[in-house]
């Protein structure tokens, strides 16, 4: 079964703050995502990389930035973490794209994150 | 732009019952993907069914089946004989390759949250 990993489950960070979200995957899956998931909004992209060192804005990239330094991790940043990013983060995973299978993206269990 | 549209925040179930969770979408596109995830409660999402486009027949798996109507861009999701398991809040995902754009595009609806009554 492919693991998805992310690194914390519950964060409390302060404003101001530059906040690190890692996120681990175990089947040399090519695609990552981060999106964030907030009520009556669904999930909302973020950032998403197809190959290491690359990477490409979702919808919602202002005030994050991403790292991709190798295939198996991928970084989510809030250079300056404000109250208004307070929300459930999630890391997903997927293989190439189009593939025959297009198997669809597997999920970590989210990282609940709270800015003070 | 596509999006994706729930238009039930909530609903509820008896306990083998059969509820249709509804899911409408816009794209011009003519090659994507149609999803439904499941997420329990402080539980990891989880694929349910998946639909491609290009296929006309309607995807099953087991208790789940899909209502995909394309020129209506619909994509419900029929869960029979709901199970108490089958609580949580669902999402309808949208995924293609933009053919003008050259990017991939992944799109969620905002969840319905489906309670089974026991």
């Known amino acids: 079964d492919v693991k998805v990993t992310q690194s914390s489950r519950y964060l409390v960070k302060r404003t101001g703050e530059k906040v690190f979200l890692e996120c681990v995957q175990d089947m040399d899956h090519e695609n990552m995502f981060w999106y964030r998931q907030d009520p009556g909004l669904g999930l909302r992209l973020i950032y998403f990389?197809?190959?290491?060192?690359?990477?490409e804005k979702g919808d919602i990239p202002e005030g994050y930035s991403v790292s991709r330094e190798k295939k198996e991790r991928f970084s989510l940043i809030l250079e300056s973490a404000s109250t208004n990013q307070t929300s459930m983060y999630l890391c997903a995973s997927s293989p190439m794209l189009w593939d025959s299978n297009n198997q669809p993206q597997h999920f970590g269990d989210g990282t609940r994150l709270s800015i003070l | 732009a596509q999006t994706v549209t729930q238009s039930q925040p909530e609903m509820s179930v008896q306990e083998a019952e059969t509820v249709t969770l509804s899911c409408t979408y816009d794209?011009?596109?003519?090659?994507?993907?149609l999803f439904w995830y499941k997420q329990p409660p402080s539980r990891q999402m989880i694929l349910v069914i998946r639909?491609?486009?290009?296929?006309?027949q309607n995807a099953t798996e087991n208790r789940f089946s899909v209502n995909f109507q394309k020129a209506a861009k619909s994509f419900s999701l029929k869960i029979s004989d709901s199970q108490l398991g089958d609580t949580a809040m669902y999402f309808c995902a949208f995924m293609s390759l933009s053919t003008t754009s050259g990017t991939y595009k992944y799109i969620f609806g905002t969840g319905t949250r489906l309670k089974v009554l026991a």
């Open positions: 639909q491609e486009a290009y296929k006309q």
């Open positions: 794209t011009s596109e003519s090659n994507y993907y």
């Open positions: 990389s197809y190959d290491v060192k690359m990477k």
